[in-house]
């Protein structure tokens, strides 16, 4: 294969706090083999293609350490695990993959689906039948009871079409993860708590230290990766100490999990994008505010900002992750809200947010994708910014300003098509939003307004 000459005036390599200015890639067989000055680089042979960026802000291709590429833009998790067969799910991820790339995501981490949907659509991208981003593949969530993705009344459990797969003993625990694991994933996810409550309002951890241990010491034997749920101190504690790779949220860490985290060397991922959604779209959602779910999320955002803060400024390291799949978070949509929040919300720097959606998050990608810098060795991996994120990282949430995608050197036209959603998401059985009582219906102007009261 012949090489590919990058011409860049302006390049952030994802590694760096500044930008590089007359700079040049070159691409062999898919992978960056030169990085560096114009004026040092190899020459072009004739027939060798070159590639002019122009005034354009070149750097790494994102990472989205949080997509759930199967979930299919879900509002509820009766969309998630039950009107949709999992062969559907797959085909509707690689249907939704092209959004992910039009955003300017080259990679993405799927923290969790059912049995074998994200494995599959890897497994069809890595093959060449389809083009999308590079994918790091989970299976169903290690959950238990108090925890995340056990979300259903325990008369109808968790099926093995679910997401969430119940391990509620060490011999569940072990055989489920060297399932997975003979399966093909790169990471598991643990659901390492979830909306329960001890009576002053902490979190109840799912698993016990011993567990949590217990598990992630398998995981790790057997080459893959944990991520885990965890809002709660105690979910927090447990994990770090376990030595997980990644924690979402951590929303409720106390200094005791700071220090956890940074002995144990785990990543952070906030996960913001799905809230601070929820509470800025909650207006035009009567629902949202009368059952106080807006105001739990911006309790949760308050609380967790001041957490999260304290846990940066101790040198907690962080990731970035959207929590992209849900009709608050549609693919293609926010994932880049996610840099923003970090820089705007918890005080990292442009260039210190920018590495955390490219260098760092690509940690969690499989060893054979090295991806998220522009460095020698790497995947060719990059995207040409109309304008410079690290003057306003926001850009990036604008589509348009996305001029170019590239994968292993070579452009993408992602194809993002429109659809109808209720074919591909919407199908729940739910007819009614609301209660029609006589008195609704009088309030909004349906019948009129008794006359008992005047007689």
Avoid at 27 to 36: A, L, Q, R, T
Avoid at 121 to 143: D, E, K, L, Y
Avoid at 253 to 265: K, P, T, V
Avoid at 347 to 360: C, D, I, N, Y
Wanted: charged share 20%.
């Amino acid at each position: 294969m012949t090489r590919i000459h990058v011409n860049c005036p302006t390049l952030f390599t994802g590694l760096e706090d500044t930008p590089r200015q007359h700079q040049r890639l070159v691409i062999e067989n898919g992978v960056f083999s030169y990085v560096g000055p114009q004026a040092s680089a190899p020459e072009p042979v004739p027939g060798e293609q070159i590639i002019d960026t122009g005034d354009h802000f070149v750097m790494p291709g994102l990472v989205d350490v949080h997509t759930h590429i199967v979930f299919g833009n879900a509002k509820s998790e009766e969309d998630v695990d039950l009107h949709v067969s999992p062969e559907f799910r797959a085909l509707r991820g690689l249907f939704f993959t092209q959004h992910v790339l039009a955003a300017g995501y080259t990679s993405v981490v799927v923290p969790g689906d059912a049995g074998n949907c994200s494995i599959s659509v890897r497994n069809a991208i890595n093959a060449g039948m389809f083009t999308g981003p590079r994918i790091a593949a989970s299976s169903n969530v290690i959950s238990n009871r108090q925890s995340l993705n056990d979300w259903f009344p325990s008369w109808v459990g968790t099926p093995d079409y679910f997401t969430g797969r119940l391990c509620a003993t060490r011999d569940d625990q072990i055989s489920e993860i060297r399932r997975q694991a003979k399966d093909g994933v790169d990471l598991m996810k643990i659901a390492m708590d979830g909306p329960h409550f001890r009576p002053n309002g902490e979190h109840i951890a799912a698993f016990t230290q011993d567990e949590t241990s217990f598990m992630v010491d398998e995981i790790h034997r057997l080459g893959k990766k944990v991520a885990v749920h965890a809002y709660g101190r105690e979910a927090v504690l447990y994990a770090a100490k376990a030595g997980v790779d990644v924690i979402f949220h951590g929303f409720f860490m106390d200094d005791a999990c700071i220090e956890a985290i940074l002995e144990s060397g785990c990543h952070v991922a906030p996960t913001f994008t799905m809230l601070a959604n929820n509470v800025e779209f909650a207006e035009d959602y009567e629902a949202s505010t009368r059952s106080g779910y807006a105001a739990m999320q911006r309790r949760v955002i308050d609380i967790g900002c001041r957490n999260l803060r304290r846990a940066f400024e101790a040198g907690v390291p962080f990731m970035a992750g959207s929590d992209s799949g849900f009709a608050i978070t549609p693919y293609g949509e926010w994932h880049a809200r996610e840099i923003e929040i970090l820089v705007d919300w918890l005080g990292l720097t442009p260039a210190q947010a920018l590495r955390a959606a490219t260098s760092v998050s690509a940690k969690m990608m499989p060893a054979s994708q090295s991806v998220g810098a522009l460095e020698v060795g790497r995947r060719a991996d990059f995207i040409r910014v109309d304008g410079s994120p690290l003057d306003n990282v926001a850009i990036l949430q604008e589509r348009e300003r996305i001029r170019g995608v590239y994968l292993g050197g070579r452009r993408i036209e992602a194809q993002v098509p429109g659809y109808d959603p209720y074919k591909v998401t919407d199908l729940s059985t739910v007819k009614w939003a609301e209660l029609h009582t006589r008195q609704r219906a009088i309030d909004l102007g349906k019948r009129a307004p008794s006359t008992a009261n005047n007689r």
